[in-house]
């Protein structure tokens, strides 16, 4: 009789697909290298294609973790108190009115979090936090745009330093806890945030001021694995020891999170 412990299936992230239209045709769509960062993680994607509030919650019982996705478009303003500033720029509301509604509800379960260039804004402004929509047009901070003229490899190559918080999660994560330490990231992004939603740590900072990571506290179970980062850590990640720590971090709560929810079956 073989009495070893079960062999256990990886944990679950959902990983929210965006809405294209190709050709005539409406599809959803998820970036690969987004669930290539979900299997370096050692978890299983999901990639959801859309849902509606009714489902919320069944989605989320499947799950042991949310990986949310960039995209070319942006949050739409009205979401926080705006009118659109750049009517060129494209939006996605059907991702807005599923993701906004979900982030709300994965923190409240304490769910692990990695949140990424979109998916950092979606959890501010889900929070009740504000964007600068054309952060290049603020006084006193730098345009974090890439050129849409270089190739790939330019615009996500190594764009500025960011400083990390000496106490917080990204330092835990990245063996730096008690001291002050830098890390450059790549910088995509021509939004960001304006007023950090409340509840919201500052993990990291670029040279000009602007928050380019946080993490979301107060939870009364103690710290969750809950990190939105500005830029694109899954960008080459199996290269970039950085992005390997914060998806391992983030795989290893996904982990925690299914054994403590869903225990092995005998």
């Known amino acids: 009789m073989n009495s070893s412990i079960p062999s256990r299936r990886p944990p679950v992230v959902l990983v929210p697909a965006c809405n294209r239209m190709l050709g005539q045709h409406p599809f959803h769509v998820a970036g690969q290298k987004y669930v290539d960062a979900v ?17 919320l919650d069944a989605l989320l019982d499947l799950a042991d973790g949310v990986l949310l996705t960039g995209s070319p478009s942006n ?25 906004l509604p979900l982030i709300p509800k994965l923190v409240a379960r304490g ?3 990695l949140a990424i260039c979109r998916g950092f804004q979606e959890v501010n402004v889900a929070l009740g936090g504000t964007l600068h929509q054309a952060v290049q047009e603020v006084d006193g901070l730098a345009d974090h745009r ?6 790939v490899e330019v615009q996500y190559g190594p764009a500025h330093p960011v400083h990390l918080a000496p106490e917080g999660l990204m330092a835990r994560a990245l063996g730096t806890l008690g001291r002050p330490a830098d890390i450059v990231v790549n910088s ?18 670029a040279p000009d001021g602007l928050v380019e990571a946080f993490s979301i506290g107060g939870h009364p179970q103690g ?25 391992r971090a983030f ?11 869903r225990p092995p079956s005998r």
Request: net charge negative.
């Open 75 to 99: 949050v739409h303003p009205s979401h926080f108190g705006q009118a659109v500033h750049d009517d060129t720029l494209p939006l996605d509301p059907a991702r807005d009115d599923w993701t």
């Open 251 to 261: 795989g290893l709560a996904c982990q925690d999170y299914r054994d403590l929810h």
């Open 111 to 113: 769910m692990p979090l």
């Open 146 to 151: 890439s050129r849409s003229e270089d190739p």
């Open 39 to 55: 299997r370096l993680a050692g978890a299983l994607p999901l990639v959801v294609p859309s849902a509606s509030r009714e489902e």
């Open 223 to 247: 710290p969750v694995f809950q990190l939105a980062v500005q830029w694109h850590p899954e960008w080459q990640a199996a290269s970039n020891p950085v992005s390997m720590a914060l998806l």
């Open 188 to 205: 995509v992004h021509g939004q960001g945030v304006s007023r950090l939603a409340e509840g919201l740590n500052i993990e990291a900072r």
